[in-house]
């Protein structure tokens, strides 16, 4: 029983969730299903990659979550004159010490911002990329560890590549999911359109959940049962895009583990103590897909993300799910 | 989202492969009943064996005949067939049993439709049904269930295609078949339960077709259906009627069994049993002996289906020697006698049958074309054929003077050499006495042995100066020879000396299986020997002058009863292997219906013996229990009553967890399977009433076990849940 997530644990869990999801919702409008992967992303612990258009609500969704959990929220806006000192910080000397002092970066917010991430150069990209894997920062000769819970919302612009430095498939490995936001359906626009405030921070949130609250989700996590069978499924599905010839290569063990352990968020999320096939099911695109390139690159990056989510449901759909 | 758990099935190329995969076995497998038929059809049988595993390596060949090939391939058949009937008239059976394993093939090459699997069964139904009347080999009762369970999964796999999609045509590229990954895709699709059922169903099916086969009164199908009429086996030159030198010989090379033999009384194995087919005459010359047209007259009229018929020694008083013979086809129409016989009896009378007394023969009116059983009884191991003197107001023109030609020696001085080395043995054999056959014999036989040792291999050729004749030129070459060269010089020698004397054959001796306690005769011991007429005791001599024989094949002074039978026991893989045969044959051959009566009653006897056994074991127990609880009672006692409620209380509960244990595959957890089987069903049914039910049945199948909810009583509701 112990190596199991007790029904008490599980039932709180669900209702901070719930709370969370409720007020994001607020702030969120038609995006449930957005709003519902980000708390997958944030109960397992990971980190997002959100490719789209800007002004669809990306930083509006970060800083509610931050808001909502109660949680220190930064914005970087990567540029390709930007240090990797700008964003972990630097060591400043103190006259009145007569010793150096470490100012921390932005990167030390628990919910980190990370906008158009492909637009800095590489160097300063693998330091935040170093923050997320670790969740601690090496700097003049010290390390300070980040933010506890530590999440990072990457954005991407997928229409305009004029410059910019796009993430190589190892370096979007460290990314738990990616996610699409899409414009909004007209009524909920007419929604937001008639909201007084324009600017996120002006948003009115009051905090529903704590850190502690979110740590102990994360903690939780891992205890949600996987039955073998399950286990199985998973596993055929991860084979599978190793031996699909459309793909350059296949999902790495890495890639593996996150589909689980992202697959025990969602079920968690549900309120359940174990996840069911379908838990893995819907997550396979988001989860897997950023992790893999076609072996024929398409035209343009949109095209690409679409034949490699193509390919993903046709390798789900011919792989029946444990009965 | 939980509704789209369902049960994977099979896809319609998957069914297609499949399809093939079941077509392919089932025409193969009715092609090799063939060799049950003994029909001459090797070429097809060697064809469609090769094309199966072709057809399944490679099913996109099946599209490849051309169009024209297709158009022509009909016509191609069926000339070929009409071709056949045409060379071999009369038989039309072959003919026609070639022509089926032709449109197998065509079948098994191209690809098929529906109808044409429905052919394939049907084709494959034909021959298995030719075979089964044919042939009583225990083997076809494997080969007809393997077909039975082929022919079966295939029309379900037509059905399930069937219902599956309405489209004919199969989908394109099902012939990219890998046969491993759809065995698996098989194994995960496949609904336990019901296979169990179905193999459940097929096992009732056959044990209920034994019972039906040991309690129904056998008829004969053979001759209801005029199916065995249109068969004739096949003849072993060596056992027909003329016998040219090597023949014999020839038969011996080949190890097969030519018969077996359920002896009555073991005691009375002779050590080495002389087995008489045929008798012959007339010597042609070069080598060759021939049953004489005189002869032949002597067999008799054809006899028509009688069943049994007497012998030439009286029915002994008491119990008499009764030993039924198993005669395999395709080895002679004259059935092996050991000796001579009270009484003969035909397990199924035979169409035709031709008896000589004189000659002690009994031959079918043509070889048997399957396995052929006869019971003789009241065997005289110690007679011996009596001679036409005995006999002349029976048979006109039989006399010993039959046995005595030696005309195609007349000529080259052959018949001098003969004669002069006759007067050389009867000279040897001391007092030249006239007329004692018995001492001629044992002097010619000394004689052959000193000149002439025994071997297979037989150096004789032909030579200028040489004589003519084989025989007398080897009886001057002093070469070794084997028991065809004996026993036809001796018969030379004993005409030329003037003594009537005739050629043998048969088989000698046998081997002892004590698996199936019978004894097994095979082609490897076929013999040849000679009789020599005893004017003064008027009876036929049997003489082997063969070295290594016993002369008068008597084999006094040789082990008797268990020691003889012991010393020529088989042990072996292959003894165990062919007792099946035996153990066979004696089920499914029936003397009479009171064999099969028996059996019956002993079965009813032995299942009512059991139920009385049990009533009774019950009511002791019962009595014990009962005189137990009625002693006074102690701590001990109590202590051991505790522990047997225990003990029920524990077996009960882990009875409720376990009872689903037999449904479960490959160690995964019953449990589990029984749920996810409700979710399947319960998702199926759109059931209002399972969204309660969801949370503990998914619990049950993917969540922890020591979370589980109590099963039995989640099933139970599922269970409801689905009938309302």
């Given at each position: 029983?112990?190596?199991?997530?007790?029904?008490?644990?599980?039932?709180?869990?669900?209702?901070?969730?719930?709370r969370?999801?409720?007020?994001?919702?607020?702030?969120?409008?038609?995006k449930?299903?957005?709003?519902?992967?980000?708390?997958?992303?944030?109960?397992?612990g990971?980190?997002?990659?959100?490719?789209?258009?800007p002004?669809v609500?990306?930083?509006?969704?970060?800083?509610?979550?931050a808001?909502?959990?109660?949680?220190?929220?930064?914005?970087?806006?990567?540029?390709?004159?930007?240090?990797?000192?700008?964003?972990?910080?630097?060591?400043?000397?103190?006259?009145?010490?007569?010793?150096?002092?470490?100012?921390?970066?932005?990167?030390?917010?628990?919910?980190?911002?990370?906008?158009?991430?492909?637009?800095?150069?590489?160097?300063?990209?693998?330091?935040?990329?170093?923050?997320?894997?670790?969740?601690?920062?090496?700097?003049?000769?010290?390390?300070?560890?980040?933010?506890?819970p530590?999440?990072?919302?990457?954005?991407?612009?997928?229409?305009?590549?004029?410059g910019?430095?796009?993430l190589?498939?190892?370096?979007?490995?460290?990314?738990?999911?990616?996610?699409?936001?899409?414009?909004?359906?007209?009524?909920?626009?007419?929604?937001?359109?008639?909201?007084?405030?324009?600017?996120?921070?002006?948003?009115?949130?009051?905090?529903?959940?704590?850190?502690?609250?979110?740590?102990?989700?994360?903690?939780?996590?891992?205890?949600?049962?996987?039955?073998?069978?399950?286990?199985e499924?998973l596993?055929?599905?991860?084979?599978?895009?190793?031996?699909?010839?459309?793909?350059?290569?296949?999902?790495?063990?890495?890639?593996?583990?996150?589909?689980k352990?992202?697959?025990?968020?969602?079920?968690?999320l549900?309120?359940?103590?174990?996840?069911l096939?379908e838990?893995?099911?819907?997550?396979?695109?988001s989860?897997?897909?950023?992790?893999?390139?076609?072996?024929?690159?398409?035209?343009?990056?949109?095209?690409?993300?679409?034949?490699?989510?193509?390919?993903?449901?046709?390798?789900?759909a011919?792989?029946?799910?444990?009965? | 989202?939980?509704?789209?758990?369902?049960?994977?099935r099979?896809?319609?190329?998957?069914?297609?492969?499949?399809r093939?995969?079941?077509?392919t076995?089932?025409?193969?497998?009715?092609?090799?009943?063939?060799?049950?038929?003994?029909?001459?059809?090797?070429?097809?049988?060697?064809?469609?064996?090769?094309?199966?595993?072709?057809m399944?390596?490679?099913?996109?060949?099946?599209?490849?005949?051309?169009a024209?090939?297709?158009?022509?391939?009909?016509?191609?058949i069926?000339?070929?067939?009409?071709?056949?009937?045409?060379?071999?008239?009369?038989?039309?059976?072959p003919?026609?049993?070639?022509?089926?394993?032709?449109?197998?093939?065509?079948?098994?090459?191209?690809?098929r439709?529906?109808?044409d699997?429905?052919?394939?069964?049907?084709?494959?139904?034909?021959?298995?049904?030719?075979?089964?009347?044919?042939?009583?080999?225990?083997?076809?009762?494997?080969?007809?269930?393997?077909?039975?369970?082929?022919?079966?999964?295939?029309?379900?796999?037509?059905?399930?295609?069937?219902?599956?999609?309405?489209?004919?045509?199969?989908?394109?590229?099902?012939?990219?078949?890998?046969?491993?990954?759809?065995?698996?895709?098989?194994?995960a699709?496949?609904?336990?339960?019901?296979?169990?059922?179905?193999?459940?169903?097929?096992?009732?099916l056959?044990?209920v077709?034994?019972?039906?086969?040991?309690f129904?009164?056998?008829?004969?199908?053979?001759?209801?259906?005029?199916?065995s009429?249109?068969?004739e086996?096949?003849?072993?030159?060596?056992?027909?009627e003329?016998?040219?030198?090597?023949a014999?010989?020839?038969?011996?090379?080949?190890?097969?069994?030519?018969?077996?033999?359920?002896v009555?009384?073991?005691?009375?194995?002779?050590?080495?049993?002389?087995w008489?087919?045929?008798?012959?005459?007339?010597?042609?010359?070069?080598?060759?002996?021939?049953?004489?047209?005189?002869?032949?007259?002597?067999l008799g009229?054809?006899?028509?289906?009688?069943?049994?018929?007497?012998?030439?020694?009286?029915?002994?008083?008491?119990?008499?020697?009764?030993?039924?013979?198993?005669?395999?086809?395709?080895t002679s129409?004259?059935?092996?006698?050991?000796?001579?016989?009270?009484?003969?009896?035909?397990?199924e009378?035979?169409?035709?049958?031709?008896?000589?007394?004189?000659?002690?023969?009994?031959?079918?009116?043509?070889?048997?074309?399957?396995?052929?059983?006869?019971?003789?009884?009241?065997l005289?191991?110690?007679?011996r054929p009596?001679?036409?003197?005995?006999?002349?107001?029976?048979?006109?023109?039989?006399?010993?003077?039959?046995?005595?030609?030696l005309?195609?020696?007349?000529?080259?001085?052959?018949?001098e050499?003969?004669?002069?080395?006759?007067?050389?043995?009867?000279?040897?054999?001391?007092?030249?006495?006239?007329a004692?056959?018995?001492?001629?014999?044992?002097?010619a036989?000394?004689w052959?042995?000193?000149?002439?040792?025994?071997a297979?291999?037989?150096?004789?050729?032909p030579?200028?100066?040489?004589?003519?004749?084989?025989?007398?030129?080897?009886?001057?070459?002093?070469?070794?020879?084997?028991?065809?060269?004996?026993?036809?010089?001796?018969?030379?020698?004993?005409?030329?000396?003037?003594?009537?004397?005739?050629?043998?054959?048969?088989?000698?001796?046998?081997?002892?299986?004590?698996?199936?306690?019978?004894?097994?005769?095979?082609n490897?011991d076929?013999?040849a020997?000679?009789?020599?007429?005893?004017?003064?005791?008027k009876?036929?001599?049997?003489?082997d002058?063969?070295?290594?024989a016993?002369?008068?094949?008597?084999?006094?002074?040789?082990?008797?009863?268990?020691?003889?039978?012991?010393?020529?026991?088989?042990?072996?893989?292959?003894?165990?292997?062919?007792?099946?045969?035996?153990?066979?044959?004696?089920?499914?051959?029936?003397?009479?219906?009171?064999?099969?009566?028996?059996?019956?009653?002993?079965?009813?006897?032995?299942?009512?013996?059991?139920?009385r056994?049990?009533?009774?074991?019950?009511?002791?127990?019962?009595?014990?229990?009962?005189?137990?609880?009625?002693?006074?009672w102690?701590?001990?006692?109590?202590?051991?009553?505790?522990?047997?409620v225990?003990?029920?209380?524990?077996?009960l509960?882990?009875?409720?967890?376990?009872?689903?244990?037999w449904?479960?595959?490959?160690g995964?957890?019953?449990?589990r399977?029984?749920?996810?089987?409700?979710?399947?069903?319960?998702?199926?049914?759109?059931?209002?009433?399972?969204?309660?039910?969801?949370?503990p049945l998914?619990?049950?199948?993917y969540g922890?076990?020591?979370?589980?909810p109590?099963?039995a009583?989640?099933?139970?509701?599922?269970?409801?849940?689905?009938?309302?």
């Amino acid at each position: 029983m112990s190596d199991f997530v007790s029904g008490p644990a599980v039932s709180d869990a669900r209702v901070v969730l719930d709370r969370i999801r409720a007020n994001m919702r607020a702030t969120i409008k038609g995006k449930d299903d957005v709003v519902d992967q980000v708390l997958v992303c944030l109960v397992a612990g990971g980190h997002l990659l959100i490719e789209d258009l800007p002004g669809v609500g990306k930083t509006t969704l970060a800083y509610s979550l931050a808001r909502s959990i109660d949680c220190a929220f930064a914005r970087i806006q990567f540029t390709s004159d930007l240090l990797p000192s700008d964003v972990t910080g630097v060591g400043i000397y103190d006259e009145s010490t007569k010793a150096f002092v470490f100012k921390q970066g932005p990167v030390f917010a628990n919910v980190v911002l990370a906008d158009e991430i492909n637009r800095a150069p590489p160097k300063t990209q693998s330091a935040l990329l170093e923050v997320m894997e670790r969740g601690k920062v090496s700097a003049d000769g010290g390390t300070h560890t980040a933010g506890a819970p530590f999440m990072v919302f990457a954005t991407q612009n997928p229409t305009d590549y004029e410059g910019t430095f796009p993430l190589p498939e190892s370096q979007l490995d460290r990314f738990l999911m990616r996610l699409h936001m899409g414009y909004p359906e007209a009524a909920d626009e007419l929604d937001i359109l008639r909201a007084p405030h324009s600017a996120y921070d002006a948003i009115a949130l009051s905090p529903v959940a704590t850190r502690e609250d979110v740590l102990r989700l994360q903690s939780l996590v891992s205890q949600v049962f996987v039955e073998d069978t399950v286990l199985e499924f998973l596993l055929r599905i991860v084979a599978a895009t190793r031996t699909e010839a459309e793909f350059k290569a296949g999902i790495s063990v890495r890639g593996g583990l996150a589909l689980k352990r992202a697959a025990q968020a969602r079920a968690l999320l549900r309120g359940r103590d174990f996840i069911l096939p379908e838990d893995v099911q819907e997550l396979v695109v988001s989860v897997l897909a950023h992790r893999l390139a076609l072996a024929r690159p398409g035209a343009d990056a949109v095209e690409e993300r679409q034949a490699v989510a193509a390919v993903l449901r046709k390798i789900l759909a011919a792989l029946p799910p444990p009965v | 989202m939980w509704t789209e758990s369902k049960r994977p099935r099979l896809n319609l190329a998957e069914l297609h492969q499949l399809r093939w995969l079941l077509g392919t076995m089932l025409a193969a497998l009715s092609a090799w009943t063939l060799p049950g038929m003994g029909i001459d059809a090797w070429f097809w049988l060697a064809l469609i064996t090769a094309a199966a595993p072709v057809m399944l390596w490679r099913p996109e060949w099946s599209g490849r005949l051309p169009a024209w090939a297709h158009r022509l391939a009909f016509p191609v058949i069926l000339s070929l067939a009409a071709v056949d009937c045409r060379m071999d008239p009369g038989r039309v059976l072959p003919a026609l049993v070639r022509l089926t394993l032709m449109l197998l093939l065509y079948r098994m090459v191209t690809a098929r439709q529906r109808r044409d699997d429905l052919q394939v069964v049907v084709l494959g139904m034909f021959l298995v049904v030719v075979t089964g009347v044919l042939s009583v080999s225990v083997i076809f009762v494997l080969q007809i269930l393997a077909f039975t369970a082929c022919a079966l999964l295939l029309l379900l796999t037509l059905t399930l295609g069937d219902a599956a999609d309405a489209a004919r045509e199969p989908p394109a590229g099902w012939t990219q078949v890998r046969w491993l990954a759809l065995a698996r895709r098989v194994h995960a699709v496949a609904n336990w339960p019901v296979v169990m059922l179905g193999g459940g169903l097929f096992a009732g099916l056959v044990a209920v077709s034994s019972v039906v086969f040991i309690f129904l009164p056998r008829f004969e199908l053979g001759s209801s259906l005029f199916l065995s009429r249109l068969v004739e086996g096949k003849d072993k030159t060596g056992f027909s009627e003329t016998v040219s030198l090597g023949a014999v010989t020839d038969i011996q090379d080949d190890p097969g069994i030519a018969f077996t033999v359920d002896v009555s009384d073991r005691e009375q194995v002779p050590a080495t049993p002389y087995w008489r087919m045929l008798v012959l005459d007339e010597y042609r010359g070069a080598g060759e002996f021939r049953l004489s047209s005189g002869l032949d007259r002597v067999l008799g009229p054809s006899l028509e289906k009688i069943a049994n018929l007497h012998g030439t020694v009286a029915r002994p008083t008491g119990s008499p020697i009764r030993w039924t013979i198993y005669f395999e086809p395709g080895t002679s129409k004259y059935l092996p006698l050991p000796a001579a016989y009270a009484q003969v009896i035909f397990a199924e009378p035979p169409e035709k049958l031709r008896n000589s007394r004189e000659l002690e023969l009994l031959s079918l009116g043509k070889p048997p074309a399957k396995m052929f059983a006869y019971r003789l009884e009241g065997l005289d191991f110690a007679a011996r054929p009596a001679g036409p003197a005995e006999r002349e107001g029976d048979v006109a023109g039989l006399s010993a003077t039959d046995f005595t030609g030696l005309k195609p020696l007349d000529k080259n001085g052959e018949l001098e050499l003969l004669t002069g080395w006759a007067h050389e043995i009867a000279v040897r054999a001391s007092d030249i006495a006239p007329a004692d056959a018995e001492k001629f014999a044992r002097g010619a036989s000394g004689w052959l042995g000193l000149k002439h040792a025994y071997a297979m291999q037989v150096n004789n050729p032909p030579g200028e100066d040489a004589p003519r004749d084989p025989i007398v030129r080897w009886l001057a070459s002093g070469q070794p020879g084997h028991c065809e060269y004996f026993a036809s010089a001796f018969v030379l020698l004993a005409r030329a000396a003037g003594f009537p004397a005739r050629l043998v054959v048969g088989f000698k001796g046998g081997r002892w299986n004590p698996h199936s306690e019978s004894l097994t005769v095979r082609n490897s011991d076929a013999h040849a020997w000679a009789e020599i007429y005893d004017a003064g005791k008027k009876l036929w001599l049997r003489v082997d002058p063969t070295p290594g024989a016993s002369l008068f094949g008597d084999g006094a002074g040789a082990l008797k009863g268990e020691a003889l039978l012991k010393s020529i026991s088989d042990t072996g893989f292959s003894a165990r292997f062919e007792s099946l045969r035996v153990f066979w044959y004696r089920r499914i051959v029936s003397f009479d219906q009171q064999s099969q009566a028996q059996i019956a009653m002993v079965v009813q006897q032995m299942i009512e013996g059991w139920g009385r056994e049990a009533k009774a074991w019950l009511r002791g127990e019962r009595e014990l229990a009962l005189r137990w609880l009625r002693r006074p009672w102690d701590w001990r006692r109590f202590a051991w009553g505790a522990a047997g409620v225990a003990l029920v209380l524990v077996a009960l509960r882990w009875w409720r967890v376990g009872r689903l244990a037999w449904l479960g595959r490959r160690g995964a957890d019953p449990i589990r399977r029984e749920a996810g089987r409700w979710l399947v069903r319960l998702t199926a049914r759109d059931a209002v009433e399972a969204t309660a039910l969801r949370e503990p049945l998914e619990r049950l199948r993917y969540g922890a076990a020591s979370t589980w909810p109590n099963p039995a009583e989640i099933f139970r509701a599922a269970r409801r849940a689905v009938r309302d």
